[in-house]
Nanobody, 126 residues
């Protein structure tokens, strides 16, 4: 079992930055690939970014590529999402997710993630 707790959400103006963090506890964190998803009101939960458990492999949704950076610190059991050049359309609840996998694997489908945090709200004003 893995417990995930997100933090760092808030209200920011368009063009600004935020850093989200996800703290994990439970089983060996370094054996899990991690991802961030987001869900805006009335929309499906969508993939944002993922990272392998080594941290050496990352993947981003086209909508955030070049603006967001996912990273992890296995020694601290945390995964981060640095968000820059924020746009009003980035407004959503952001969720951290984890799944057990091989060293270099990462996934983009929400159905393959076994563990989820409670979410943190990000609101970008225009």
């Amino acid at each position: 079992q893995v417990q995930l707790v997100e933090s760092g959400g808030g209200l920011v103006q368009a063009g600004g930055s935020l850093r989200l963090s996800c703290a994990a506890s439970g089983r060996t964190f370094s054996s899990y690939y991690m991802a961030w998803f987001r869900q805006a009101p009335g929309k499906e939960r969508e993939f944002v970014a993922a990272i392998s458990w080594t941290g050496g492999n990352t993947y981003y949704a086209d909508s955030v590529k070049g603006r967001f950076t996912i990273s992890r610190e296995n020694a601290k059991n945390t995964v981060n999402l640095q968000m820059g050049s924020l746009k009003p359309e980035d407004t959503a609840v952001y969720y951290c997710a984890a799944a057990y996998g091989s060293k270099w694997y990462l996934g983009v489908e929400k159905g393959e993630y076994d563990y989820w945090g409670q979410g943190t709200q990000v609101t970008v004003s225009s």
